[in-house]
């Protein structure tokens, strides 16, 4: 027997009451149809017992309806009491429905590109997505951002802040606490964050306080629960499916969605709210301890979100030639990178190398000079938009993936770049 009651047209109120049935498969046409007639605002169907004639069992039908409803949002094959709809189904109900966390990064009182980015991957997820978005920190500069991320997507639902001097610094330990504590009582179905340092060192603890799988690496969302990610050292892609309980947490590539450029209104400014950090104490903030932040002071862009980066490898051959690249990167208004090999002969510091292990750039010119074109070099930067390469190896695998190429000796070709490109004013 079952008995179940609708109370409203949002497949998140579906409240279900089990008793012990038989398995029983369910019509996708069927299913479809009593979906539709529920978004038209049909009358509430209300059902309790169901004995054998041909009219009760249209209203078991319509349990079973209900209860595989009630089942789309946690994205699963199989309904709750044993019945079974079409993945297919599935997969467009919960097209339309999702509640989403973005784990969001600020600096200098904005929300970073990155993680405006991993909001419009929030938006590729559902058509009624209810997001939030999660900062942490402490001072002016956290309340600033959180201003700046009410009213940086139009889809924003609510802005959540944890001010707390534990959080002021990207350490995995009480991050990872407060995304567990957060989650735990929001019951997002989706959290996202950026495939950055600090996302790819959060997310993993945070996941595994929740007992779940995170999706890493994610470039594509196909379906709520369908991603593409890259695997091989980026030279294939694949098609995963998420079918763990929920949250579906995944960290995503930025260079692979653009935020919205979509204009907000004053009226569409979400709500901020501070989370209760009542669960923050010595025991939760791990034993990690921060340091200090050393950073170099220049004017160039930030290699992540830099227009034009101009990217050097070994064949440079010492630091004093890199040098060369940064004039070079100064003229362009460009960012410098460089290659793991590179950075381990010490011609440039590690918070520069391009590749796997390092930063993923996309931008609209990328200038490789003296880069053979590892694997794990390219899948950093191959979705970036023009590729120009200078290389005197001219079996190099950078020409590969190289829009333009040139066999050249890389100083010869710098030095008549800087003679002839002007400064940049």
């Known amino acids: 027997m079952l008995g179940f009651a609708i109370r409203t047209k949002t497949w998140a109120h579906v409240q279900l009451f089990q008793r012990p049935i038989q398995f029983r498969d369910v019509s996708p046409l069927f299913l479809a149809s009593y979906c539709r007639a529920e978004q038209r605002g049909a009358p509430p169907v209300s059902a309790h017992h169901f004995p054998n004639s041909e009219r009760e069992e249209r209203g078991r039908g319509r349990g079973m309806a209900a209860m595989v409803a009630g089942a789309l949002r946690r994205g699963s094959g199989y309904a709750c009491g044993g019945f079974r709809c079409s993945s297919r189904l599935l997969a467009q109900s919960l097209r339309r429905f999702a509640s989403t966390l973005v784990v969001a990064e600020h600096e200098g009182g904005f929300v970073k590109p990155s993680s405006l980015s991993a909001l419009a991957a929030a938006e590729a997820i559902a058509e009624e997505n209810k997001i939030s978005v999660l900062l942490g920190g402490s001072g002016p500069s956290l309340h600033k951002a959180a201003d700046h991320a009410a009213s940086s997507h139009p889809l924003v639902s609510e802005v959540l802040i944890a001010d707390s001097e ?7 330990e ?5 995304l567990h504590s957060v ?10 964050a950026s495939s950055t340092s600090f996302g790819k060192n959060m997310l993993p603890r945070a996941a595994a306080l929740l007992d779940v799988s995170p999706v890493t690496d994610v470039t594509a969302i196909k379906e709520p629960r369908v991603f593409v990610r890259p695997i091989y050292a980026g030279n294939a892609l694949c098609t995963v499916k998420y079918t763990g309980e929920d949250p579906c947490m ?22 901020i709210t501070q989370v209760d950090l009542s669960f923050l104490s010595e025991g939760t903030t791990g034993k990690s301890t921060w340091v200090n932040l050393t950073s170099q002071d220049t004017e160039r862009p930030d290699l992540a979100n830099a227009r034009v980066v101009v990217t050097g490898g070994r064949g440079l051959k010492s630091a004093e030639n890199f040098k060369l690249l940064e004039q070079l990167a100064e003229k362009f208004g460009a960012a410098v990178g460089a290659t793991r090999a590179a950075v381990d002969a010490g011609y440039v510091p590690n918070d520069l190398q391009v590749g796997q292990t390092g930063k993923i750039v996309a931008p609209e010119l990328y200038m490789a000079f003296a880069v053979s074109g590892a694997i794990q070099h ?18 190099a695998p950078i020409f590969q993936v190289a ?9 010869e070709v710098l ?3 800087l003679k002839k490109i002007p400064d940049k004013k």
């Open 174 to 178: 009480p991050w990872a606490e407060l």
């Open 378 to 395: 390219l899948a950093g930067m191959r979705d970036s938009k023009v590729i120009v390469a200078v290389n005197k190896d001219a079996d």
């Open 250 to 271: 995944m960290s995503i590539r930025s260079t692979s969605f653009s935020p919205t450029a979509e204009a907000m209104s004053e009226t569409k400014v979400a709500p």
């Open 166 to 172: 534990a959080l002021a610094h990207p350490l995995a």
């Open 403 to 411: 829009d333009y190429g040139l066999v050249a000796d890389i100083f």
């Open 183 to 192: 989650q735990q009582k929001g019951g997002y179905s989706h959290v996202i």
């Open 415 to 417: 030095d008549e770049l």
